[in-house]
């Protein structure tokens, strides 16, 4: 039976129950985090708990057990026996439930803590082939930075894009790419890579920041600069990341083929350097 966490226990997951005065489920008024566990051991796992906390920070939510983020989320994968699989943890906190208003609850209420652990693999077709990306206007708020559960504005683009046949979303603000509805864009020209500068139009992904570590490290160029619209046909390579995605090239935006339609030679050299980088994180090899 699978196990969760839910405010402070780990109980079967068909007797947790939230009220339905849940901030989080009135408003979206909540954040979230996603770690990949890989067989053995999470990646970067601090990262993905100083996102959390930060996310916690600018949304002014207090959760007084946040420094236990990484041992509640090792308990979750030893509780539902998933120590030799790939898999997710899935994390959220919301203000807590209290009677429906926009102002924070007077006094402060306890948040809500969910978590739960799951099996998840990497889709290793489309980090072979490569996907397509959907072109939108960025429809989202100015708050991009914060991992919030309000999601409905990537959602609505994103199921466009499903429906065309896409696997993400490639959004436009101002004439500039920004990232995905779940995901970094990143893009390659003459050999050096272009991405979206950290700021509140993008989420600063954990992916996203090894591959800038991997640039430095094995002197890839790079330049964390907005790519415009009107580049995309010049551009020789594109990819996206995402924790549950790892590294995937885009072959296509829109009606757009990138470069020779192929993941290219940049490309591949990431997913590798990204692989060896996963690998070294193993306390056990």
Not at 127 to 151: F, H, Q, Y
Not at 220 to 231: Q, R, S
Request: net charge negative.
């Amino acid at each position: 039976m699978e196990t969760v966490y839910l405010n402070g226990q780990f109980i079967p997951r068909d007797q947790a129950t939230i009220s339905p005065d849940d901030r989080g489920f009135l408003f979206g008024d909540s954040i979230y985090e996603v770690t990949r566990w890989y067989g053995g051991y999470f990646l970067d796992l601090p990262a993905h708990a100083a996102r959390l906390r930060r996310s916690l920070k600018e949304t002014l939510i207090e959760w007084e057990d946040s420094g236990r983020f990484e041992e509640i989320s090792e308990e979750l994968i030893s509780r539902n026996d998933l120590g030799g699989d790939c898999s997710i943890v899935y994390f959220q906190v919301t203000r807590g439930a209290a009677p429906r208003t926009h102002a924070f609850p007077k006094p402060a209420v306890k948040p809500t803590v969910y978590g739960y652990a799951k099996r998840h693999s990497i889709d290793t077709l489309a980090c072979e082939r490569g996907v397509g990306l959907w072109m939108v206007p960025d429809p989202r708020w100015n708050r991009c930075d914060i991992k919030s559960t309000a999601l409905i504005a990537n959602i609505l683009p994103y199921q466009e894009a499903h429906d065309r046949g896409f696997a993400e979303v490639c959004f436009v603000r101002n004439g500039f790419v920004t990232e995905g509805a779940h995901s970094n864009i990143f893009f390659v020209r003459d050999g050096t890579l272009y991405t979206h500068p950290e700021s509140n139009d993008i989420l600063s992904g954990i992916t996203r920041k090894i591959i800038v570590a991997l640039a430095a490290e094995y002197e890839i160029p790079l330049t964390e600069e907005a790519v415009a619209v009107d580049m995309i046909p010049y551009m020789h390579e594109a990819l996206i990341s995402n924790t549950t995605g790892e590294i995937v090239p885009v072959v296509k935006i829109s009606d757009q083929v990138i470069g020779n339609g192929v993941a290219g030679p940049v490309t591949r050299n990431l997913q590798q350097l990204f692989r060896n980088r996963v690998q070294a994180a193993n306390p056990v090899r």
